[in-house]
């Protein structure tokens, strides 16, 4: 069954005015609002004290942790050598502190192809010319990150972590479409799972069930955040007819975690209020081959 969690990145770890971090108080309320999962993104780097506070915090909530690996100027679609192993270095490091905090499951953004223009119309009349140019980098590059990830997935398994793979969103990033997830998933092998961004999907236009038709036996993670269709906003997803199925498509996973990836500070008390409301409006039994079982959020 699903379990949830919520997403904390720098901000959470910053100290009040009395020198004390706020973060405990979140996580109390958080953890009473029925959330098992934290999530936690550092891109500025990695300390001793922040590698304490979030042990000390995990068992001390009994929260399960994953850790969403720096992206933000980080990009496993290169192919010069030189660039390869520094990525592959960078992944590393990651996956070092990683084991250090106890995660037990890591997300990797795989890149973007930096390609330069986009003509999207056909009645353009140099489409054809760029689209067939970008194909064919698109190709070349989608190798070199499949080559990359590669070997940052078998260190991974070899930490004892979970590695998973987020889709993205823009014409040059990869892996965009449920079908490039697909063909990445059986490269990478089948301990190797999809972190799906339900935000990045509402902007492709490719929906929760498409996506999840490539999954096969592979682990599932879940960022859930909502957006307008056009900008990723990072907004509280709404409580709506819309949000219940998606969740009823996902909710029977086995080893699924959903992380409500919105900031806690600003959606503090939508947070606490999210899983109360959507278990009032999600049936309490679905159908299953077995008859009726109880749905476990």
Not at 107 to 123: C, E
Request: proline content about 4%; glycine content about 6%; hydrophobic content about 45%.
């Amino acid at each position: 069954m699903m379990e949830w969690g919520f997403a904390c990145d720098e901000s959470m770890f910053r100290e009040g005015e009395g020198g004390e971090s706020v973060l405990p108080v979140y996580l109390e309320s958080l953890v009473a609002a029925g959330f098992r999962w934290w999530e936690v993104f550092l891109h500025s780097g990695f300390s001793l004290g922040v590698i304490e506070k979030i042990r000390e915090w995990s068992k001390a909530y009994d929260l399960c942790l994953s850790l969403h690996a720096r992206f933000i100027g980080i990009n496993f679609a290169v192919a010069h050598p030189l660039l390869c192993e520094a990525v592959v270095g960078v992944a590393e490091e990651d996956l070092r502190f990683a084991q250090a905090i106890g995660a037990q499951r890591i997300i990797f953004h795989a890149g973007s192809m930096n390609w330069y223009d986009i003509i999207p119309s056909l009645t353009h009349p140099h489409h054809h010319f760029f689209q067939t140019r970008f194909d064919s980098l698109r190709l070349q590059f989608a190798q070199a990150t499949l080559q990359n990830l590669k070997r940052v997935v078998t260190r991974v398994l070899q930490y004892g972590i979970q590695p998973f793979v987020e889709n993205l969103y823009c014409p040059w990033e990869f892996p965009r479409t449920p079908e490039e997830m697909e063909i990445f998933l059986s490269v990478l092998g089948k301990e190797t799972g999809l972190a799906l961004d339900i935000g990045h999907a509402l902007i492709t236009g490719h929906t929760v069930e498409e996506y999840l038709s490539r999954l096969g036996e592979h682990p599932l993670h879940v960022h859930f955040h909502w957006n307008d269709g056009q900008f990723d906003l990072h907004r509280m997803p709404p409580v709506s007819e819309e949000t219940k199925k998606i969740i009823e498509q996902l909710v029977l996973r086995e080893r699924a975690v959903a992380i409500l990836e919105v900031s806690p500070v600003e959606n503090y008390q939508a947070l606490l209020e999210f899983l109360p409301q959507i278990r009032e409006r999600i049936d309490k039994k679905i159908s299953s081959s077995d008859g009726l079982i109880n749905l476990v959020l």
